[in-house]
């Protein structure tokens, strides 16, 4: 059976020309690593002046249908029929909060929503945790204003965030105390400090009635250097690390910090803490900016720090402007 998936237009408006090849990286890369390989012949197409991506599937399982609704890039998804017709079909989400907890948020520096999610989603794939329909427990080690907690929130995962830019931290604290009162959910906030670092504790309910069965999400967002997670957390607490790393050159509204070390130098010494907050059978994805990082040093350095690098069947390099080529890297620490 062939089946068509419709490119959402926020993605093409992002990325541009970008977005299909993006969409195809993401479905081949969920196709090798929780499909089975079951997915074949995924190629671009137009329909109508519109962008698809078009694959093979011998069976739309549960598994697949949940997967194939949550990707990045999905707006609709169909089955091709051999005359050419169109079939929908319907989504099953994993969203479960309002969508606008991603998208409200308007500042510089912002990680694009679309892409963050596309990297939460390459990074679970890969992870051993794929198949598992728990609350996961999310890392951002460099977290911004939330823009990975807020996408691993919507899905009913727990978020951590750990952020150096003071700024970051109170901005996001005070807009996710006010969305969660804005959206009139259940929730218990709790502002205070760990090993002298400002942090803000959010526990929320979906409905009310899973607030009042003690079935919560948890957010934790803490004001520190990204180096202090060893000291903050317990080691292993995390399943996945999902995360944006400094671009390495002056970027909206992070002068500081954020261009102040180099990326090479950042991640060379953080990698080994974070591969310490990681769960065996988890995986951490990083998003980097390729001028000024090259992908086979960055590849090395996550190996010295005991991870493997998963090899994807399609890039997912794609330009942002003319200082920044971005692409994304994953690896597992296996559980053995
Ligand atoms: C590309 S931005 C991430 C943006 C974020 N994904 C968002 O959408 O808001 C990288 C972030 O890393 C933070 N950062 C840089 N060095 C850090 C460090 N040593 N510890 C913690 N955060 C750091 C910067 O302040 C910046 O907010």
Redesign the pocket.
């Given at each position: 059976m062939r089946y068509a998936l419709l490119v959402s237009p926020s993605s093409n408006r992002v990325y541009a020309q970008s977005a299909p090849a993006l969409a195809a990286a993401e479905l081949l890369a969920v196709g090798q690593r929780v499909l089975g390989g079951a997915l074949a012949n995924v190629e671009q197409a137009t329909f109508g002046s519109v962008d698809y991506v078009t694959f093979d599937l011998a069976e739309l399982s549960e598994l697949a249908r949940g997967w194939l609704s949550n990707l990045a890039a999905t707006f609709a998804l169909f089955g091709l029929e051999e005359d050419g017709r169109l079939l929908p079909l319907t989504l099953d989400r994993w969203d479960q909060l309002p969508s606008d907890l991603i998208t409200i948020?308007k500042?510089s520096?912002?990680?694009?929503e679309a892409f963050?999610k596309l990297l939460l989603n390459v990074t679970l794939a890969a992870s051993a945790f794929a198949t598992e329909r728990r609350p996961l427990s999310v890392l951002?080690?460099?977290?911004?204003?939330?823009?990975?907690l807020n996408q691993a929130l919507s899905y009913g995962f727990h978020a951590t965030g750990?952020?150096?830019?003071k700024k970051?931290f109170e901005a996001?604290a005070l807009f996710i105390q006010r969305w969660v009162k804005d959206h009139r959910l259940k929730h218990n906030a709790v502002q205070g400090s760990v090993k002298g670092n400002p942090k803000l504790d959010l526990e929320l309910g979906v409905t009310k009635e899973r607030f009042k069965a003690g079935d919560t999400l948890r957010l934790t967002y803490v004001s520190?250097?990204?180096?202090?997670i060893a000291q903050v957390f317990q080691p292993r607490s995390f399943d996945l690390i999902v995360?944006?790393?400094?671009?390495g050159v002056q970027?909206g509204a992070?002068s500081?910090?954020?261009t102040?070390?180099k990326p090479q130098e950042?991640l060379q010494t953080?990698l080994p803490v974070w591969r310490g907050a990681l769960r065996p059978g988890g995986a951490i994805g990083i998003?980097w900016n390729q001028l000024v990082l090259r992908r086979t040093e960055l590849a090395r350095m996550l190996q010295e720090a005991g991870l493997e690098v998963c090899e994807f069947p399609q890039t997912f390099e794609h330009r942002v402007d003319s200082s920044i080529a971005r692409d994304l890297i994953v690896a597992r620490l296996t559980s053995r």
């Amino acid at each position: 059976m062939r089946y068509a998936l419709l490119v959402s237009p926020s993605s093409n408006r992002v990325y541009a020309q970008s977005a299909p090849a993006l969409a195809a990286a993401e479905l081949l890369a969920v196709g090798q690593r929780v499909l089975g390989g079951a997915l074949a012949n995924v190629e671009q197409a137009t329909f109508g002046s519109v962008d698809y991506v078009t694959f093979d599937l011998a069976e739309l399982s549960e598994l697949a249908r949940g997967w194939l609704s949550n990707l990045a890039a999905t707006f609709a998804l169909f089955g091709l029929e051999e005359d050419g017709r169109l079939l929908p079909l319907t989504l099953d989400r994993w969203d479960q909060l309002p969508s606008d907890l991603i998208t409200i948020q308007k500042y510089s520096g912002k990680t694009n929503e679309a892409f963050t999610k596309l990297l939460l989603n390459v990074t679970l794939a890969a992870s051993a945790f794929a198949t598992e329909r728990r609350p996961l427990s999310v890392l951002d080690p460099l977290c911004g204003r939330g823009t990975t907690l807020n996408q691993a929130l919507s899905y009913g995962f727990h978020a951590t965030g750990v952020e150096v830019d003071k700024k970051d931290f109170e901005a996001y604290a005070l807009f996710i105390q006010r969305w969660v009162k804005d959206h009139r959910l259940k929730h218990n906030a709790v502002q205070g400090s760990v090993k002298g670092n400002p942090k803000l504790d959010l526990e929320l309910g979906v409905t009310k009635e899973r607030f009042k069965a003690g079935d919560t999400l948890r957010l934790t967002y803490v004001s520190a250097d990204t180096h202090a997670i060893a000291q903050v957390f317990q080691p292993r607490s995390f399943d996945l690390i999902v995360t944006d790393a400094p671009y390495g050159v002056q970027h909206g509204a992070h002068s500081g910090p954020d261009t102040a070390r180099k990326p090479q130098e950042l991640l060379q010494t953080a990698l080994p803490v974070w591969r310490g907050a990681l769960r065996p059978g988890g995986a951490i994805g990083i998003a980097w900016n390729q001028l000024v990082l090259r992908r086979t040093e960055l590849a090395r350095m996550l190996q010295e720090a005991g991870l493997e690098v998963c090899e994807f069947p399609q890039t997912f390099e794609h330009r942002v402007d003319s200082s920044i080529a971005r692409d994304l890297i994953v690896a597992r620490l296996t559980s053995r």
